[in-house]
């Protein structure tokens, strides 16, 4: 199952070509227009423009949605390394003095408290990334919980570095998320996909008409097109939100924080 998601396009692509070459094949052979094959309207040399073109309109979709996809897949290394390190400023918290006189500055930290914050924090962006709706009522109020464990601190007298230093992190964490849900919910341009799929219409309905030499370049012209252009439609839709995890193929990779979390319930605090 894996080894099917993870080629997807390519899959898709492959069918596409041998539904156009069979629909070639087995209807458009059948057909004529005044005695003339439906085939054979148009010949290959007549048409050859047309595909530069497309695959030039194509190449520069592609150039623009890779733009965004680059930037996508450094949101969760940033996002793991201020995880990391709001929990060394946690550990900064136990080693450095406390400052105050009021009975909560007296108290010992609750580790289980901050351990459990933490997780509930990176468990909680896990599944908003991995999730489809991508809901801002969800991830912003569960940034605030960053600031909840420095607020904590500011009430036990804790050294004021470590909470600047949350907050800081907080705030970027912040902001690499803001930008994650944008790219996610702001997808290409309407008429841009109109256009795409216009193009891919044209090319298919070309290459249903179109006369070639023989019978081994029909075969071949057809199907290698029909696969390069579905390949490429499939690949900007996909790279168009790189943080929809469930295309299994076209996705930011999120090792840096799975990996953190792994760490964090094995060692933080235990």
């Not at 047309?50 to 940033?78: Q, W, Y």
């Not at 999730?131 to 009430?155: G, H, Q, T, W």
Request: glycine fraction near 4%.
């Amino acid at each position: 199952m894996n080894l099917i998601l993870n080629r997807s396009i390519i899959i898709k692509s492959m069918i596409a070509g041998i539904a156009i070459l069979s629909l070639k094949n087995f209807v458009f052979k059948n057909l004529s227009v005044y005695g003339q094959d439906f085939h054979d309207l148009i010949e290959l040399s007549d048409i050859t423009i047309i595909f530069t073109g497309a695959f030039f309109v194509f190449g520069l979709l592609l150039a623009a949605t890779m733009s965004d996809f680059k930037e996508s897949e450094r949101i969760p290394g940033e996002i793991a390394s201020n995880l990391e390190a709001i929990k060394d400023w946690i550990y900064l918290s136990f080693k450095a003095p406390r400052t105050g006189t009021t009975d909560l500055c007296k108290e010992e930290l609750n580790k289980e408290y901050l351990r459990n914050e933490l997780i509930t924090i990176t468990d909680g962006i896990i599944s908003w990334i991995y999730s489809k709706a991508k809901d801002s009522s969800v991830i912003f109020p569960l940034i605030r919980k960053s600031n909840e464990i420095a607020y904590y601190f500011a009430e036990r007298g804790v050294d004021k570095e470590a909470i600047k230093g949350i907050q800081e992190n907080t705030n970027a964490m912040r902001k690499q998320l803001t930008r994650a849900y944008s790219i996610s919910r702001n997808n290409f341009v309407r008429p841009a996909y109109i256009l795409l799929q216009s193009i891919l219409f044209i090319v298919m309905t070309l290459l249903l008409i179109t006369k070639f030499k023989t019978t081994a370049a029909d075969y071949f012209v057809t199907s290698t097109i029909t696969f390069l252009f579905c390949y490429l439609y499939l690949l900007i839709v996909g790279l168009d939100d790189p943080f929809d995890i469930s295309s299994g193929e076209i996705d930011v990779d999120l090792k840096p924080i799975d990996r953190f979390r792994q760490r964090l319930v094995s060692d933080f605090l235990v």
